[in-house]
Structures are given as C-alpha cells and as structure tokens.
C-alpha cells in the first residue's frame, strides 16, 4: 500500500507560506502518525511528511531527542512519551476529564462495555476518555484519535449542539458513514440532528464491524455552553434504550452540574 502525505503535509520542496519553516516542517513530521500508521520507517515518515529524507532525518533527530519521537530497535519511529505528557496538560480535556471520570466509572460498572468521553475540535470528535470491561466488544478509536460527527453516537451529540454556522458548514460537505462508506443524507441527517436536540439524547446503531449501538448525551459548562459528550457502546443484543438512555443522561447532567452548567438539563 501507498503511503500518502498526511493533510497537514506541506508539498516537498516549496516552503511554508508563513511562519518558522523549520517548526512547520516539526509539525509536518508529528502530523504524519496517525491511528492506521502509529509507527514509521524513516522513508514513510519522509513521504507522508512531504519533507525531503535528509531533512526528515535530521528534524527527526532533534524531535527525539527532545523526547516527541522514539526510534525501536526495527527503525521505525513513534510518537515519544514527552509529546504525551505535554498533551495531558491541555486544560480543555484535563479539568474535564477529571470530573468526569467517577461518573463514567460508575456507567463502565453498570453496562460493563466501553464508555466514552469526547469533545469537538474542528470536524470531529476527539476521544479524550474511554474506559472498558474487558469483555467489551471491539470498537475503531482510541483515546486521542478522531471521530467522525456524523456515524458516532458521541459525534452526533457534539454536531447537534455546536453553534449553526458550524453545523450548516459541516452539512455543506460530502459526508460519508463510516467504516461503511455509505453516502449520507443531509435531509436525513438535518432529522436527527433535530431529534437529538429535542431528545438531549442520540441512539446511533452500526452494522460493521460488528452490530453495536451507542447511546450518547450532552455535558454543558459553567457558562451553559456545550463543554463535550458522554456515551456507552454495547453490542446490538444486549441495547435497551429504554435503560441506557436514563442511565448516560444521568452521568451526563451529574457532569454537567460539577462543571456548574446552570441550564435546564433535558428530560
């Protein structure tokens, strides 16, 4: 298989248009790792940089040095354990996370499958949290990565009750179910979307890889903003609605509440 450059690669060759070129070609190289392509040989880091080989080479170097990469034994390179540390700095995910955990503790006991805490960035949803049984059933995305808005169930919370403009952009897009890769409607999305802010609750099932539903609600902050949302994942035979909804809806205000959101929490 290819290796392609990553989104945020710049074209070989041309410098950046603005900025440190040498802190943008540093970005290029952490860009490149990715959840299908965790680790990287020094070529596959240089072609999905877009960055010439010696240049990789070197910034990659520095990049270990400093503790962002690690080399293994094979030669491939991965995201070092200092990048880490610094990324669990970000107040967006630590305050929340920290207040949320007892509450997603006390879901992962009740349903003893996978839950999962995640908030928007940009056009999709990042995982800052997941705690699961260890007879859950597998799920695609680990804490970190990225979520589309549209097929998960945490997504389609965080799209639901982002501002319109953000919304009437991301509809604007030619959007796809995944992993299915399955044309979505709009009309059919603009539907859901509305059912999930009258419900204060998304109900999102998937056939693939396996039949699973994901039950998700809304956590709101202390200025009654959207502030990131709440699900559990159980398989497709064991998802009663009717039990998990109450269930994520009352960890979700319980979180809200701790973050001192002040609105009207749904029913």
């Known amino acids: 298989m290819t290796d392609v450059p990553s989104p945020a690669a710049r074209v070989r060759g ?5 900025g ?15 959840a299908t392509h965790p680790a990287l040989t ?4 240089s072609r999905r940089s877009g960055i010439p080989t010696s240049s990789t080479l070197r910034l990659a170097g520095r990049l270990q040095a400093w503790g962002a ?14 990048l880490w540390e610094v990324a669990s700095l970000a107040p967006r995910a630590r305050g929340l996370r920290q207040v949320a955990m007892p509450y997603l503790g006390d879901l992962e006991e009740v349903t003893r499958q996978h839950v999962l ?23 695609l995305y680990q804490v970190g990565g990225r979520l589309p808005l549209h097929s998960t169930g945490v997504g389609l919370v965080l799209l639901a009750f982002a501002d319109p403009d953000v919304q009437e952009e991301y509809l604007g897009r030619p959007l796809l179910h995944e992993p299915e890769r399955i044309p979505v409607s709009e009309a059919a999305l ?4 509305a059912d999930v802010r009258r419900d204060g609750l998304s109900v999102f099932r998937r ?6 539903v994901s039950v998700a609600a809304p956590v709101f902050d202390a200025q009654d903003r959207l502030a990131a949302s709440v699900s559990v994942v159980v398989p497709e035979e064991r998802a009663d609605a009717r039990l998990l909804g109450p269930a994520v809806r009352t960890a979700a205000r319980a979180i809200s509440r701790e973050l001192g959101a002040r609105r009207p929490l749904g029913r």
């Open 14 to 18: 041309r410098r950046p248009p603005q």
């Open 117 to 139: 805490l995640a908030v928007r960035e940009g056009g999709d949803a990042v995982l800052v949290e997941r705690l699961s049984a260890h007879a859950a059933i597998p799920v």
């Open 69 to 82: 990469l690690e080399r293994g034994a094979d030669g491939r390179f991965t995201v070092g354990l200092r």
């Open 207 to 212: 056939k693939v890889p396996q039949p699973l």
């Open 42 to 45: 020094l070529g596959e880091l």
């Open 190 to 193: 603009r539907r859901t979307l």
């Open 20 to 34: 440190d070129p040498v802190v943008d070609r540093a970005l290029a190289l952490l860009a490149a790792f990715d």
